[in-house]
């Protein structure tokens, strides 16, 4: 099976990993970046350019294309994809609006009768104003749009929030939702649904949850404090009647449900959709899965994910922690040199290759240095020791990561 990856981050290189772990798979990536390089053939492509991107499937012979950002989801590269008759992983460009616009997405979820917080969606100023004292601090301030996992401000600053409000074209203000966050992965051909892991990841820059949010720093996977019935709930409560109500729509969701969950007093509520795998939740849960993936994509991909096998799990946990370049998340440096990054675990994200063929930074989140172990204790400590092997001038990095967890101070409300 020839397989098109599209994308250069480290969610693209945690995919490319289990797709490249099946012998029968051949696989090309685009544009890719040099850790992927280590595992497929590269080749330039606008990756949200939607006529390029299927130009090149039909060059390389894909039988199956995997886009892992959401920027050419929304673009509608899927479509153009299967428009050449190539199977593709990644849902449509109306069903990707689930990530594209917050309004639809709480649009569907009210329809469907999804558990959310409460939501005003306005270009007004004196609408935010009302919104943010309707709903009281935190007050949480979403730009309507696609922001690279940064649109998003939870502050107890109402001049802060009125701020980020004004920088946005179209925003949310939405109800706070108290209780620890969930990141639930959930493969879809439309109609069948196949959970991966929960995990937990870490948007806030700073230890102890503190600074600005970011693309995410951290993740580990399985959650030992998670109620047992959660995943089935979540299938039940949000899942099959969002599925079913973009199926209503004439608008089927095919591809990954991200489904990012606050578990509160009165059970788990949706925080958001997103319409493709999360970075940096995907580099742990595929680090545990046992399944092949290309079977499962690919079965998403063809409608025929019903027929597909229980998935198995490798028993055990995983810990991501991502290295990040110098003034991240409010700017990076490129061009510093990454030694120490040699073997297993190390899944780069924002690397490049200088001209005397140095590693080097090329964005803000540069490494998710990864490992597993027999539970989360043990993957953290490896997670860690891989960490301190690594050397970049004025690296941010957290040194928290499932800290909580392996302390046993998360609490579900009851």
């Given at each position: 099976?020839?397989?098109?990856?599209?994308?250069?981050?480290?969610?693209?290189?945690?995919?490319?990993?289990?797709?490249?772990?099946?012998?029968?798979?051949?696989?090309?990536?685009?544009?890719?970046?040099?850790?992927?390089?280590?595992?497929?053939?590269?080749?330039?492509?606008?990756a949200t350019n939607?006529?390029?991107?299927?130009?090149?499937?039909?060059?390389?012979?894909?039988?199956?294309?995997?886009?892992?950002?959401?920027?050419?989801?929304?673009?509608?590269?899927?479509?153009?994809?299967?428009?050449?008759?190539?199977?593709?992983?990644?849902?449509?460009?109306?069903?990707?609006?689930?990530?594209?616009?917050?309004?639809?997405?709480?649009?569907?979820?009210?329809?469907?009768?999804?558990?959310?917080?409460?939501?005003?969606?306005?270009?007004?100023?004196?609408?935010?104003?009302?919104?943010?004292?309707?709903?009281?601090?935190?007050?949480?301030?979403?730009?309507?749009?696609?922001?690279?996992?940064?649109?998003?401000?939870?502050?107890?600053?109402?001049?802060?929030?009125?701020?980020?409000?004004?920088?946005?074209?179209?925003?949310?203000?939405?109800?706070?939702?108290?209780?620890?966050?969930?990141?639930?992965?959930?493969?879809?051909?439309?109609?069948?649904?196949?959970?991966?892991?929960?995990?937990?990841?870490?948007?806030?820059?700073?230890?102890?949850?503190?600074?600005?949010?970011?693309?995410?720093?951290?993740?580990?996977?399985?959650?030992?404090?998670?109620?047992?019935?959660?995943?089935?709930?979540?299938?039940?409560?949000?899942?099959?009647?969002?599925?079913?109500?973009?199926?209503?729509?004439?608008?089927?969701?095919?591809?990954?449900?991200?489904?990012?969950?606050?578990?509160?007093?009165?059970?788990?509520?949706?925080?958001?959709?997103?319409?493709?795998?999360?970075?940096?939740?995907?580099?742990?849960?595929?680090?545990?899965?046992?399944?092949?993936?290309?079977?499962?994509?690919?079965?998403?991909?063809?409608g025929s994910l019903?027929?597909?096998?229980?998935?198995?799990?490798?028993?055990?946990?995983?810990?991501?922690?991502?290295?990040?370049?110098?003034?991240?998340?409010?700017?990076?440096?490129?061009?510093?040199?990454?030694?120490?990054?040699?073997?297993?675990?190390?899944?780069h994200a924002g690397?490049?290759?200088?001209?005397?063929?140095?590693?080097?930074?090329?964005?803000?989140?540069?490494?998710?240095?990864?490992?597993?172990?027999?539970?989360?204790?043990?993957?953290?400590?490896?997670?860690?020791?891989?960490?301190?092997?690594?050397?970049?001038?004025?690296?941010?990095?957290?040194?928290?990561?499932?800290?909580?967890?392996?302390?046993?101070?998360?609490?579900?409300?009851?």
């Open positions: 099976m020839r397989i098109l990856l599209i994308g250069s981050g480290g969610r693209e290189h945690a995919l490319a990993l289990g797709l490249a772990a099946s012998p029968d798979v051949t696989l090309i990536a685009a544009p890719g970046n040099p850790g992927i390089a280590e595992v497929a053939e590269l080749r330039p492509v606008e939607p006529d390029a991107v299927a130009a090149l499937a039909v060059e390389v012979g894909a039988d199956l294309v995997v886009v892992g950002p959401e920027a050419p989801l929304v673009a509608g590269v899927a479509d153009a994809v299967r428009a050449k008759g190539i199977a593709c992983f990644g849902p449509t460009a109306a069903a990707a609006r689930l990530e594209g616009s917050k309004t639809f997405a709480k649009e569907v979820m009210a329809a469907a009768g999804v558990p959310t917080g409460g939501a005003v969606s306005t270009t007004d100023p004196a609408q935010v104003a009302a919104a943010l004292d309707r709903f009281g601090a935190p007050y949480v301030v979403k730009d309507d749009g696609l922001a690279a996992g940064k649109g998003v401000l939870v502050t107890d600053d109402r001049d802060a929030a009125l701020a980020h409000a004004a920088a946005c074209e179209r925003v949310v203000i939405e109800e706070y939702l108290d209780g620890p966050e969930v990141s639930l992965f959930v493969v879809t051909d439309g109609e069948t649904a196949v959970p991966l892991l929960p995990a937990q990841d870490f948007k806030r820059v700073g230890e102890g949850d503190t600074g600005p949010n970011t693309g995410g720093m951290g993740a580990y996977a399985p959650l030992p404090w998670a109620p047992p019935s959660l995943v089935d709930d979540v299938l039940a409560r949000v899942v099959h009647p969002t599925l079913a109500e973009m199926r209503r729509r004439g608008t089927p969701f095919a591809g990954l449900l991200y489904v990012g969950l606050a578990l509160t007093r009165g059970g788990p509520k949706v925080i958001e959709f997103n319409a493709r795998f999360g970075d940096p939740e995907t580099q742990v849960v595929l680090a545990l899965l046992e399944t092949p993936l290309a079977e499962v994509l690919r079965a998403a991909a063809t019903a027929a597909v096998p229980p998935l198995r799990w490798k028993p055990g946990a995983a810990v991501t922690v991502v290295v990040a370049s110098a003034g991240y998340p409010s700017s990076s440096r490129s061009g510093d040199v990454i030694t120490g990054v040699s073997g297993a675990g190390f899944i690397t490049a290759r200088a001209a005397g063929g140095e590693l080097v930074t090329a964005g803000g989140r540069v490494l998710s240095v990864t490992a597993t172990g027999a539970d989360l204790s043990v993957a953290r400590d490896a997670a860690y020791a891989l960490v301190d092997q690594v050397s970049l001038a004025d690296a941010v990095i957290r040194r928290d990561i499932a800290l909580a967890a392996v302390e046993g101070r998360i609490r579900v409300p009851s």
